[in-house]
């Protein structure tokens, strides 16, 4: 069985893009939960602040923000799609080599890609491939930035994002510092 789970909405928002493009319009903002693109700026010279969520909640507030422009920052995690049983967390991200969620000691990535559907993809790869291998992949990908929070509430961003990011949660902290 084939599953597109893991691009359906990153397609839709890029063939939305295209779309609202072709109608002459310049800049907007989709939002196709956990799935966002910046059309343009949000005015004249200055580009949209969005946030990543805090992705041990449910529709939390903002723990990190950035500035993008013609670019999809799109989010996978633990956070909004899960069950809880017996007190284990059951999250949607799954290993395909046992079938059940993917343990590891990650909450969340966040890519961002001129395209929607590739940052969809990658953020479901990145979470399984975890911290080490996925920022190691994520430096060979042309115009394609990652961020991965853990469950130690530390930030790794790739070295395109490091300076961009703003922490807006204590909690939350930068590797490293």
Do not use: C
């Not at 394609?144 to 922490?167: M, R, T, W």
Request: proline share 5%; glycine share 10%.
């Amino acid at each position: 069985r084939l599953d597109l789970g893991a691009i359906a909405k990153g397609y839709a928002a890029d063939e939305l893009a295209k779309m609202i493009r072709g109608w002459g319009i310049k800049r907007g903002m989709i939002d196709l939960g956990g799935n966002i693109f910046a059309l343009g700026n949000k005015k004249a010279e200055s580009p949209w602040h969005i946030g990543i969520r805090d992705p041990e909640e449910s529709g939390g507030a903002s723990v990190l923000s950035l500035y993008i422009s013609d670019a999809s920052m799109v989010t996978s995690g633990i956070n909004e799609r899960f069950f809880i049983d017996n007190g284990k967390r059951y999250h949607h991200i799954l290993d395909p080599e046992t079938g059940y969620p993917a343990d590891t000691d990650m909450l969340s990535v966040s890519i961002l890609s001129p395209s929607s559907m590739e940052a969809d993809a990658l953020s479901t790869t990145l979470f399984l491939l975890g911290i080490p291998r996925g920022l190691e992949y994520i430096e060979t990908v042309p115009d394609v930035e990652a961020v991965f929070i853990d469950k130690s509430h530390k930030v790794y961003p790739s070295s395109g994002l490091s300076a961009k990011l703003q922490i807006r949660n204590p909690r939350y902290s930068l590797a490293g510092n």
